[in-house]
Nanobody, 127 residues
Framework: QLQLVESGGGLVQPGGSLRLSCTAS????????IGWFRQAPGKEREGVSC????????NYADSVKGRFTISRDNAKNTVYLQMNSLKPEDTAVYYC????????????????????WGQGTQVTVSS
């Protein structure tokens, strides 16, 4: 069973930055598309960003374009989400997820394409 682990969450002031990491033990992530999703209290889980396995296709939700950057370092078996200019509305639990069919082509932010999920990391943006 593929197990994903997120890290890097925390409390940050508005306008600040955080970098989330997603890694896996015993599995090679480079064969998977990876997505970042978030869920705020009382809201549905939503897609934030994704990257295909080759790293040549990325996608972002409109709400984070120009502020968040997704990247992957396959040598380190890790996918990152760099979050800049954070806003209070970015507060949520952030999850990474793996798409077994996401090695090539354009990645998509559809929850049902992602079969494996991490436990999430809390991001709180507050002064």
């Amino acid at each position: 069973q593929l197990q994903l682990v997120e890290s890097g969450g925390g409390l940050v002031q508005p306008g600040g930055s955080l970098r989330l990491s997603c890694t896996a033990s015993a599995f090679t992530l480079k064969y998977y598309g990876i997505g970042w999703f978030r869920q705020a209290p009382g809201k549905e889980r939503e897609g934030v960003s994704c990257i295909n396995g080759r790293g040549d296709s990325t996608n972002y939700a409109d709400s984070v374009k120009g502020r968040f950057t997704i990247s992957r370092d396959n040598a380190k078996n890790t996918v990152y989400l760099q979050m800049n200019s954070l806003k209070p509305e970015d507060t949520a639990v952030y999850y990474c997820a793996a798409d077994p069919s996401g090695l090539f082509g354009r990645c998509v932010l559809s929850l049902n394409k992602y079969n494996y999920w991490g436990q999430g990391t809390q991001v709180t943006v507050s002064s």
